[in-house]
């Protein structure tokens, strides 16, 4: 059972009593979760008494929950987008040039804006380069929509899908998390036309394994390798397909 306390996570230990519980770096007791804050929230959030739900009424959730206000996250949207037409599969990698870093596309998502919009957007806007969610085959555990009301709850292979294959939780050093959702793209080859990109950024093709050995990032990395067997995976389904038909 959890208790919010301004942005921090709070396990209840039992029916009687409660304790912080540690969530990745957040360790700390209510007064310092007070006096956290964020100087951008809002002087409503700076004086709002903490959050915290009295165990001895409420039953205890066999599972750990986690729980933010808004105030306490962010959330940020990126696509690991390819190059298909080449022999091989090659993927965009952006450098930061301040920072002579190679990272991922990404950026916080707008009001009102879907995720899956959100990562083609800031896609573009990093890169210059028109994307497009590619249906893909995958393991996931998000339902179908004829699936049974009670369908069990676990992974199954889903294609043609284009949902996150992945999200990435970080904690920021403010307080609070941001977190990351994931998706595979390709070039737009409806929209050939190439935008700007950010003036900051640099953004370059690289075969699979070239692109993995650039990233800066241990993190960036793994998400880089889900990518790439998915789209093996969903090549190697497709060429399957064309054989049998």
Known sequence: MVGVVTGRAYLCTSYS???????????????????????????????????????????ASPFPNYQYPSPSFVESCGAILFDLSKPTPHVCLIKILSENEYALPKGRRNINESRKEAAVREVFEETGYRARPFPVTMATRVTAPDDHTDVADEAKVR????EPFMFTVRELRKG???????YVAVLDDQRIERGPGEQEIEAEFFECKEAIEKLWFETDREVLRNAIDIIERTSEGKSDGNRSG
């Open 17 to 59: 009593n409660w304790s912080p519980r540690e969530t990745g770096n957040h360790l700390g007791t209510i007064e310092e979760s007070t006096q956290t804050q964020n100087a951008s929230t809002p002087s409503s959030f700076h004086h709002q008494q903490p959050i915290v739900y009295p165990c001895s009424n409420m039953a």
């Open 176 to 182: 609070g998390v941001k977190i990351i959702w994931w």
């Open 159 to 162: 294609q043609d899908i284009t």
